[in-house]
T-cell receptor, first 118, second 114 residues
């Protein structure tokens, strides 16, 4: 089945120690997103790629970076994690028809990476 | 600024007890409303897209409806396996940014008791 796969499912890192989360997709979607979701909160968009074009949300901290080396893979780098960065990080894709967050395309999510900062 | 409010925050139902979840929104230029199901420790799973007032979609025990101000997710004769958080998201056109925006609600946590 075509899907969005995130690794690892659980990640523990120390305060200030860089960490990288990965996402791969077999849907061949051209748009990939990273969301942060804290307990009982709505998912918060950090940034997205439309093909190779990177789009950062205005309120995403500089501490968060992303890379998309090819259509299938996308990475989230947290350069210096703080305690407040502990959350579930969700990767999603869409086909992008009609532009980013495309007119008729729902988002397809991976199962997330639960990040703990000690 | 677009706003999406879901109510109630949590709902406990007995198995077989039908009910509805609400998603109210204030957006400029609705371009679709989405319902997702999220199980604990997992990513949201897409359920429905609704585009215009009066539209309805059904899937098994779930039925989603849309008006100009809100959407309802009706659950008929729920089973314990329907227990999950149900998220609503609204897509709108941001003419200032020249792009679509997607705004999520915080979700309704549904528990169905056997």
């Amino acid at each position: 089945d075509a899907m969005v796969i995130q690794n690892p499912r659980y990640q523990v890192t120390q305060f200030g120690k860089p960490v990288t989360l990965s996402c791969s997709q077999t849907l061949n979607h051209n748009v990939m997103y990273w969301y942060q979701q804290k307990s009982s909160q709505a998912p918060k968009l950090l940034f997205h790629y439309y093909d190779k074009d990177f789009n950062n949300e205005a309120d995403t901290p500089d501490n968060f970076q992303s890379r998309r080396p090819n259509t299938s893979f996308c990475f989230l780098d947290i350069r210096s994690p703080g305690l407040g960065d502990a959350a579930m990080y969700l990767c999603a894709t869409s086909s992008g028809q009609g532009g980013t967050l495309g007119a008729n395309s729902p988002l397809h999510f991976g199962n997330g990476t639960r990040l703990t900062v000690t | 600024e677009d706003q999406v409010t879901q109510s109630p925050e949590a709902l406990r139902l007995q198995e077989g007890e039908s009910s509805s979840l609400n998603c109210s929104y204030t957006v400029s230029g609705l371009r679709g409303l989405f319902w997702y199901r999220q199980d604990p420790g997992k990513g949201p799973e897409f359920l429905f897209t609704l585009y215009s007032a009066g539209e309805e979609k059904e899937k098994e025990r779930l039925k989603a409806t849309l008006t100009k101000k809100e959407s309802f997710l009706h659950i008929t004769a729920p089973k314990p396996e329907d227990s999950a958080t149900y998220l609503c998201a609204v897509r709108s056109w941001d003419s200032g940014a020249g792009s679509y925006q997607l705004t999520f609600g915080k979700g309704t946590k549904l528990s169905v008791i056997p």
